[in-house]
Each structure stands twice: as structure tokens, then as C-alpha cells.
């Protein structure tokens, strides 16, 4: 089945997308939450034109994306405090919501949803990749460090 995202899907794509999923997700939970809409002729004719219509905007968030990559790539000295056990482990975990807060210390705002991130239980050096749009990503590299007792 086709749709059309009405908005970004994480793990699947990005606003005004043509994508193909699985019958049962799209009419089962894409469709009814509002979050797409089936691609249909006059759908695709309405999309195209829209698209038309909003490439200065389009370009406009992509030029601030790009920015804001030039930002984050820059920044060096992420430390994230953790309680440490005697093997080197943190307790717990690292998440995307950490990164995000330390951005924010740095002033730069980040969705902490476009914050992808592996599983990071040890201490040591990690990147962290945000993407900021389809085209545009960005890598920030944090350390994780034992916190002082």
C-alpha cells in the first residue's frame, strides 16, 4: 500500500513522503492517526503542487538544518556523569534525553526523538548520530565518564 506521511515517521520516512507499508499498519494505524493519508492520484497531483508551492520554505529548513549540523559537529567536550560499578559498567544507561540536556546546556535546542543512539552501558568515547533532516545529519561525540562519589 502506498501512503502519503502527513507527518515525519520515525524509522519509516520523513513529511510529504511517498512510502510503501504494509496494509494492515497503514489502514490500522498510519491513516487513523492522522499521521498519512492513502496515495491516490489526486493525492499525488495534490502533493506535487504543494511541494511545488513550498520549495523556497523547503529550502529555507534545510539551509537551517545544515547550520545547525555545522553546530553540533563542532561541539567537543560532551561529559556525561554516570555511576560506575567497580567493572567499568554504568548503572543503567546513556539515552537520547541526556544528550539532549547537555545540548541544551550549550544552547543548541535538539529534538531528542531525531537523537539516534546505541546502547552505550560502558565508559568511554560514543557518537551520537541527530538527524535533522532527510537529507542532513549531524554526529556529536560524548565520553562517558564514573561520577565523582
Given at each position: ?10 524509522g ?12 494492515g499498519?497503514?489502514r ?5 492517526t492522522?499521521?498519512a ?27 537551517e538544518?545544515v547550520?545547525l549540523a ?10 556525561i556523569?554516570m555511576?560506575?560499578s ?33 546502547e ?18 549531524a554526529?556529536?561525540?560524548f ?5 565523582e562519589?
Open positions: 500500500m502506498e501512503i502519503i506521511l502527513k507527518e515525519n515517521v520515525q519509516l520516512g520523513f513529511k510529504n513522503e511517498i512510502v510503501t507499508v504494509k496494509d499498519y497503514g490500522n494505524f498510519l491513516i487513523p492522522g499521521k493519508v492513502i496515495a491516490s492520484a489526486s493525492a499525488k497531483k495534490m502533493l506535487a503542487e504543494n511541494l511545488k508551492q513550498q520549495a523556497h520554505k523547503l529550502e529555507k529548513i534545510k539551509n538544518a547550520a555545522e553546530k553540533l559537529n563542532a561541539v567537543a567536550d560532551i561529559k556523569a555511576k560506575v567497580v567493572t567499568g559498567s554504568i548503572y543503567g544507561s546513556v539515552t537520547n534525553l541526556q544528550i539532549s540536556e547537555e545540548l541544551a546546556k550549550r544552547g543548541l535546542e535538539v529534538d531528542r526523538k531525531s537523537i539516534v543512539l546505541k552505550v552501558k560502558q565508559v568511554g568515547a560514543y557518537t551520537a548520530v541527530v538527524k535533522l533532516h532527510k537529507d542532513v545529519s554526529e556529536v561525540a565520553e562517558v565518564v564514573a561520577e562519589a
